[in-house]
């Protein structure tokens, strides 16, 4: 569970991701299926927070979306942005319990890798100072990379979420394996420095558990997949089984 207030945790806590309802939504036009439902649905299911992404071309969340959210959700919403004054500007109106400033092209499907904080420190720095003065956990998103944490911690921003996707794309075995590893010391490493380490981006099923098993990391944040998943088994059961997978990581040896 969450402490809203200092943000520690008893154990793995998993943020949903609704984007994709979102998407699916906006392939048709109109208002089905509603993604602030699915962030209801993923409450009711365990989820411990809700991310969504107000991307620059609205390709999937809204800002109505953000709206609602804000007003109807009862656990934490965690708002990813990109570091621009017009982000800026809407984050500060709702005022989000978290945000995690990204990465974002727009020609790209999904978020393709972690930002590069090491060299944009100057440009992001009044962005943190603003989001944290306005009260919001500022986390983020950020390939494992010693480099980058220092950049990270150097800014005062007490969050990161490390980049999951080249060790969910890596085939079983080797490769894997050694992703797998960066993503550990990356783990211990933003902890030994004083950073809370989450982690996202492609986990499924056969992926999280590995993932899960870091102790280091607090938070996993899953959203493709699942939506994927809830064709074929409902929303809140795929909710439930991942959350049972992380658990099952963490039970010590």
Do not use: W
Request: net charge negative; with cysteine; glycine share 8%.
């Amino acid at each position: 569970m969450i402490d809203v207030q200092s943000g520690q945790t008893q154990c793995l806590r998993l943020g949903v991701n609704v984007d994709h309802v979102a998407t699916v939504r906006n392939a048709r036009g109109g208002i089905h299926p509603d993604p602030v439902r699915a962030a209801l649905l993923a409450a009711q299911a365990g989820a411990d927070g809700i991310t969504a992404h107000l991307r620059e071309d609205r390709r999937h969340i809204s800002d109505a979306d953000i709206a609602k959210l804000m007003a109807d959700l009862h656990i934490p919403l965690n708002l990813e942005m990109a570091a621009t004054e017009e982000m800026l500007t809407i984050a500060l109106r709702h005022r989000p319990h978290a945000v995690c400033i990204v990465p974002e092209k727009r020609q790209e499907r999904t978020t393709e890798g972690g930002l590069n904080v090491a060299d944009s420190q100057i440009y992001l720095s009044p962005f943190v100072r603003k989001l944290t003065e306005s009260g919001a956990r500022v986390s983020m998103f950020i390939e494992p990379d010693e480099r980058q944490l220092d950049a990270v911690k150097n800014l005062d921003v007490p969050v990161v979420e490390l980049h999951t996707g080249a060790y969910c794309d890596a085939p079983a075995g080797i490769l894997r394996e050694q992703q797998l590893e960066r993503i550990q010391h990356a783990a211990d490493y933003a902890d030994k420095i004083g950073l809370e380490c989450h982690a996202g981006h492609g986990l499924g099923y056969d992926t999280v558990g590995p993932i899960a098993a870091i102790t280091t990391l607090t938070e996993l944040n899953i959203g493709h997949f699942l939506i994927g998943e809830a064709i074929f088994i409902g929303f809140q059961e795929a909710i439930r089984r991942m959350r049972k997978e992380m658990e099952i990581a963490r039970i010590p040896a």
